[in-house]
């Protein structure tokens, strides 16, 4: 049930702390996009990221490893796994 | 009437407040458009959605699920169910 | 007089104060615009709108209804009754 | 002389302080001009103006009446009779 | 000697405070560019200006008199004396 | 094993400090990629480079040698070893 | 030895701090490129610069002798000499 997923959400970091360690979707302005593990996050949104690939058009367009993404420039974050 | 619903916003985040657990539309720059169930917001208006889809021209574009939202990204939020 | 309408704006935000409960025009950056009934505001000038219509070349383009803005897009405010 | 003139200028926003009640051009970012009459400003440089009329080329666009500028948008601010 | 001229600058704002009085050309974002007498600065790089100028390609475009600059729109500011 | 490398990663910074010494990938905003050394780095996102190279389709473009890049401009840094 | 040059720099301030009276070459965002030599910096990035050059494709456009360099415009700075 969707309720027992997004229990425990009372702030939006709330969302970001559970989804520490899993596939993230993130977009970011310029149209860019990146899937990979997240690893980490702060207040200002700056996320680390593992085994990170930015993608195009939903393929993978390069393989970037690690990657410390600046959160100035984040639009949204999502568990991949719940994309549809 | 209309006057019992606005009942209560003092400030702007009383409209938040009062659409937790309701369905918003989210207006984005660069014309991206939300439509979720409100989880949670802070005061940066950062924004944590579920059940969340992209929307275009009126029509959902994509299913992103669970989503954290950039305050910083974000144009207006209004209840959906007041769209006209 | 105009004197005596704009008697008691000695900051910026008097004049928002003394718009509240009553129909302004809000332009925000990117041509869109805003009319509605301002029902609250807070120092990073968001708003709160209650029956805010989404306005292009003097028309209605859209019902929003009750919408929280993002002050940070906002270029100006002003009571719609006094429009020429 | 001008030394008479400027006499009293010590800080940016006693320009603006001597300017108050006086009508003053406001250049915003992306080509808008206003003039109008100077209320109210703070230290953000959002700014209440009187009488605002928006201008294009020199010549009225549409009289705003009363108006609250977000000083984010402003470039520069001009007391309207020195201008030539 | 440029030696002597410089003397006395550690900090940026010392160039400014040395430039009071004094001519100076202030280009903005999006290619706007002023001359006019340094009357004030802020810790914000707003300014007053005396006897501005808006100039275009090397000549005066408009005669603006005194006026307020938001330091956010400014790119450099220059004595104008040390253009070559 | 994966899991080795990315172990002491709690916040975001932490990446930052594990590639120091290190060659990274800077992406900044408007297209603009580096590759070099890290020296440093500051909670701006501020960061100093050794040997700084402007890369333009996987080739180096210019030698930049060393290099203080803004962190405000800067959209991921990553370990340039992780690449694919 | 690279090694040698770059000793001292712990934090990014630091590579700025060692390029204090020496030539310095400064990416602007909006394609401008100065060259000039590093009298002062803050640590809003703000520099002050003497014997300053607008330059462009690699020659100088313009002399512009002292000038005071906003820091919200700058990209990077690197010490002139270090570029191939």
Chains 1, 2, 3, 4, 5, 6, 7 share one sequence.
Do not use: C, Y
């Amino acid at each position: 049930m969707k309720t027992i997923m997004v229990n425990g959400i009372e702030r939006p970091l709330d969302l970001l702390n559970q989804s520490k360690g899993k596939e993230v979707l993130i977009q970011l302005k310029g149209d860019r996009q990146f899937v990979g593990t997240l690893l980490a996050f702060d207040m200002h949104i700056n996320v680390a990221l593992d085994n990170a690939k930015e993608m195009q058009d939903g393929e993978v367009k390069k393989n970037i490893g690690l990657t410390f993404l600046r959160g100035d420039t984040i639009i949204f974050i999502s568990p991949a796994s719940m994309s549809g």
